[in-house]
């Protein structure tokens, strides 16, 4: 539920003027994690947002991990605020203000 409360806000915003630029891929071809590269180009916003995905090759294909929106990795962004949970209250604390946080919405 968090993380559709986090996506959901922001592809409201997306509308027939959204494009989206994968940037040329740097790095090795035969690699099983790779950092893909992207600008969201909307029409009401004069500058791209950039948005990259980190993919892990599994045998059923590349999977999406990761990603990061304007310099904020997700996986990262999370640890931390979990971190900062645990210090407070441990890990049962964590899990209770998880299932409270998606209670309310």
Same mark, same amino acid.
């Given at each position: 539920?968090?993380? &559709?409360?986090? !996506? +959901?806000?922001?592809?409201?915003? /997306?509308?027939?003027?959204?494009?989206?630029?994968?940037?040329?891929?740097? =790095?090795?071809?035969?690699?099983?994690?790779? $950092? /893909?590269? +992207?600008? $969201? *180009?909307?029409? +009401?916003?004069?500058?791209? &947002? %950039? *948005?990259? !995905?980190?993919?892990?090759?599994?045998?059923? =294909?590349?999977?999406? !991990?990761?990603?990061? $929106?304007? #310099? *904020?990795?997700? &996986?990262?962004? !999370?640890? #931390?605020?979990?971190?900062?949970?645990?210090?407070? +209250?441990? &890990?049962?604390?964590?899990? *209770?203000?998880?299932?409270? %946080?998606?209670?309310?919405?």
């Amino acid at each position: 539920m968090t993380l &559709i409360r986090t !996506y +959901s806000g922001a592809l409201t915003k /997306v509308d027939n003027g959204t494009s989206m630029q994968v940037l040329p891929f740097r =790095g090795d071809a035969d690699a099983k994690d790779v $950092v /893909v590269r +992207s600008n $969201v *180009v909307q029409a +009401s916003n004069t500058q791209p &947002i %950039r *948005v990259d !995905y980190r993919l892990r090759r599994e045998p059923e =294909g590349w999977r999406i !991990y990761d990603i990061n $929106v304007e #310099n *904020v990795w997700l &996986i990262q962004n !999370y640890r #931390n605020q979990f971190a900062q949970q645990i210090n407070r +209250s441990g &890990i049962d604390g964590l899990i *209770v203000a998880l299932n409270e %946080r998606n209670e309310q919405n």
